[in-house]
């Protein structure tokens, strides 16, 4: 039974930090590049960040780039997403994703997603 | 960052067929494969379509995906009343390092 389920999501002032979770099992975690996809109220999808399997590479939007950070701990299989100097426009849910086949972006599992409200 | 461009709603009665385009550009459709994605209301996206016109285990033969150059375009055919939801193609763009969403396309079957 694959599973991944996000958690850590919850309102937070503006210029603060959070840190997001997404622990998973049954997927052979560590074989995999994760990714963290987010969506706005109302909105569409936004890729946020990936993680190579080994933690070798990682890229991000320009929209969080040096704002947030994806890591992964194999030991827990979980992946985490820190974010600071959290903005408004940060306020979405927040989806981590198992890519299937790297440098194809096929998302094949999805947790259900933590929601993240930056607001004073 | 730009997203793919998808037209936002598409409409069609039950039975009848129904695509929805996606355009891009030489750095993602034009270089990579395209996989689409269905959210059903207040859930998470499950993976449609992948490697352009691949459907995952448990995906209905109704739905069926194809790209030319850096557009790509999905079909729904018998459209069903529980085919109603947001559609979003992506590709992996060679300059984000990532995968490229579609602003989406909410289906509606009237």
């Known amino acids: 039974q694959v599973q991944l389920v996000e958690s850590g999501g919850g309102v937070v002032q503006p210029g603060r930090s959070l840190r997001v979770s997404c622990a998973a099992s049954g997927l052979m975690f560590r074989s995999y590049a994760m990714h963290w996809v987010r969506q706005a109220p109302g909105k569409g999808l936004e890729w946020v960040a990936v993680i190579w399997y080994d933690g070798s590479n990682k890229y991000y939007a320009d929209s969080v780039k040096g704002r947030f950070t994806i890591s992964r701990d194999d030991s827990k299989n979980t992946l985490y997403l820190q974010m600071n100097s959290l903005r408004v426009d940060d306020t979405a849910v927040y989806y981590c994703a198992r890519d299937e086949r790297l440098w194809f972006g096929e998302l094949n599992y999805w947790g259900q997603g933590t929601l993240v409200t930056v607001s004073s | 960052q730009s997203v793919l461009t998808q037209p936002p709603s598409a409409s069609e009665t039950p039975g009848q067929r129904v695509t929805i385009s996606c355009s891009g550009s030489s750095s993602n459709i034009g270089s990579n494969t395209v996989n689409w994605y269905q959210q059903l209301p207040g859930t998470a996206p499950k993976l449609l379509i992948f490697?352009?016109?691949q459907r995952p285990s448990g995906v209905p033969d109704r739905f069926s995906g194809s790209k030319s150059g850096t557009s790509a375009s999905l079909a729904i055919s018998g459209l069903q009343s529980e085919d109603e939801a947001d559609y979003y193609c992506?590709?992996?763009?060679?300059?984000?390092?990532?995968?490229?969403f579609g602003g989406g396309t909410k289906l509606t079957v009237l």
């Open positions: 992506a590709a992996w763009d060679d300059s984000l390092n990532g995968p490229m």
């Open positions: 490697d352009n016109n």
